[in-house]
């Protein structure tokens, strides 16, 4: 199982950013796929869940209407597009695999700063 | 979202002492409830899923339990490799949900 994630950046407060996370050494089309965050020195928040086919999405309140989980099962991507960014989004974005609703896989992180 | 509340949010303790992490859910979740050990740097290892089912390489050390809203997770006899931070989730429901997690550090 390997997840890397990509599009990590500094954006200024009120922006937007798209992360990816290209996933390869399984069947994509089959699994759950997730975004977990974890800001500098504090906890984890699990953010969005995608259902295998992409057809339902679930969120966390705190983002929810202003980030969205997709996914392209033709070329094993798995996407979280991000709008109206605030301080409290700075943090390290985890793609995760899931098997059986459980983490079996975690990609390396992409770093979200989020700061004028 | 379901709220879960971890306590304490820090555990000072000995090599060989036995520690009690408790997790509480702001409403039922029948079992679906796992606990993580997260190390500086790394992420997340499950140890336990279903409250009480030991994730394989686990050492037997660790042990969950509860259902419903009190969770446990116990270390028996800690190890100097087992001071970490430790997080309980819930996947009762689709939207999953951690616990603040409890810092457990070297007395």
């Known amino acids: 199982v390997q997840l890397v994630e990509s599009g990590g950046a500094l954006v200024q407060p009120g922006g937007s950013l798209r992360l990816s996370c290209a996933a390869s050494g399984f069947t994509f089309s089959d699994y759950w796929m997730s975004w977990v965050r974890q800001a500098p020195g504090k906890g984890l928040e699990w953010v969005a869940n995608s259902k295998p086919d992409g057809s339902e999405q679930y969120y966390v309140d705190s983002v929810k209407g202003r980030f969205t989980i997709s996914r392209d099962n033709a070329n094993n991507s798995l996407y979280l597009q991000m709008k109206y960014l605030g301080a409290e989004d700075t943090a390290l974005y985890y793609c995760?695999?899931?098997?059986?609703?459980?983490?079996?896989?975690w990609g390396h992180g992409a770093l979200v700063t989020v700061s004028s | 979202d379901i709220q879960m509340t971890q306590s304490p949010s820090t555990l000072s303790a000995s090599v060989g002492d036995r520690v009690t992490i408790t997790c509480r859910a702001s409403?039922?979740?029948?079992?679906?409830l796992a606990w993580y050990q997260q190390k500086p740097g790394k992420v997340p290892k499950l140890l336990i899923s279903?409250?009480?089912a030991l994730e394989t390489g686990v050492p037997s050390r660790f042990s969950g339990s509860g259902s419903e809203t009190e969770f446990t997770l116990t270390i028996s006899c800690l190890q100097p490799d087992d001071f970490a931070i430790y997080y309980c989730q819930q996947y009762s429901s689709y939207s999953y949900t951690f616990g603040q997690g409890t810092k457990l550090e070297i007395k």
């Open positions: 995760v695999r899931l098997d059986r609703w459980l983490p079996s896989g």
């Open positions: 409403q039922t979740i029948s079992d679906w």
């Open positions: 279903k409250a009480s």
